[in-house]
């Protein structure tokens, strides 16, 4: 069955660098996704990705974050400058079509910033 | 989109129970989805509803969507232990996003 992968499994970062997570969708699938959870806390949407550009924001995806897909296969967020607070788990999903089709989610990395 | 808000919080039954979870929205929609998440893990797709339908079932699962209250129920039947995890409600208009609420957290005990 295709799945949706994540890498890596656990990212420990200093405080103020740089950090892209990488995710690896289903092949056919046209719209990804950006999603974090920090520790016992609800599922937050970041954002939005269909047709090489950003779909969707949220509030939460400001400056300090961007996302690319910048081989056609892996799809990347970049946190610029990392702040404690952005210590969570990262899930990307990715959908064959839109919102009213089934979304699959990888195993997720977790970034800590220390 | 709107993110569901799904209660209760925390839900806990022996097994073999019935276990049921519901979800509210405020804007109209045109579907809503059902998942699961193990601790830490990835969500996993359980169910989706259309807008135009009342209840839909897959195995012990069975959903209703109820669009003139704004709500949605999960119902799990004969639940197991295997059945502990939270599980979260996502709704579909016509944007891109797609939003979770809180979840409610289901222990089944054996």
């Known amino acids: 069955e295709p799945e949706v992968t994540q890498t890596p499994s656990h990212q420990v970062t200093q405080m103020g660098q740089e950090v892209i997570l990488r995710c690896v969708p289903i092949?056919?699938?046209?719209?990804f996704y950006w999603y974090r959870q920090i520790l016992g806390q609800k599922v937050e949407f970041l954002v939005s990705f269909y047709n090489n550009e950003i779909s969707e924001k949220s509030e939460i995806f400001d400056d300090q974050f961007s996302v690319e897909r910048p081989d056609g296969s892996n799809f990347t967020l970049k946190i610029r400058s990392t702040k404690l607070e952005d210590s969570a788990m990262y899930f990307c999903?990715?959908?064959?079509?839109?919102?009213?089709?089934?979304?699959?989610f990888g195993q997720g990395t977790r970034l800590t910033v220390v | 989109s709107q993110q569901g808000e799904e209660d209760p919080q925390a839900l806990s039954i022996q097994e073999g129970e019935n276990a049921t979870m519901n979800c509210s929205y405020k804007?109209?929609?045109?579907?809503l989805q059902w998942y699961r998440q193990n601790s830490g893990r990835g969500l996993v797709h359980l169910i989706l509803?259309?807008?135009?339908?009342r209840e839909k079932h897959s195995g012990r699962l069975r959903v209703t969507l109820d669009t003139s209250k704004k709500s949605s129920s999960l119902l799990i039947t004969a639940s197991r232990a295997a059945d502990t995890a939270s599980y979260f409600c996502a709704t579909g208009d016509n944007n891109n996003d797609m939003r979770f609420g809180a979840g409610t957290r289901l222990t089944v005990k054996p």
């Open positions: 999903a990715s959908l064959r079509q839109g919102v009213g089709t089934e979304a699959f």
């Open positions: 509803i259309r807008s135009n339908e």
């Open positions: 092949s056919n699938h046209l719209y």
């Open positions: 804007t109209s929609i045109n579907n």
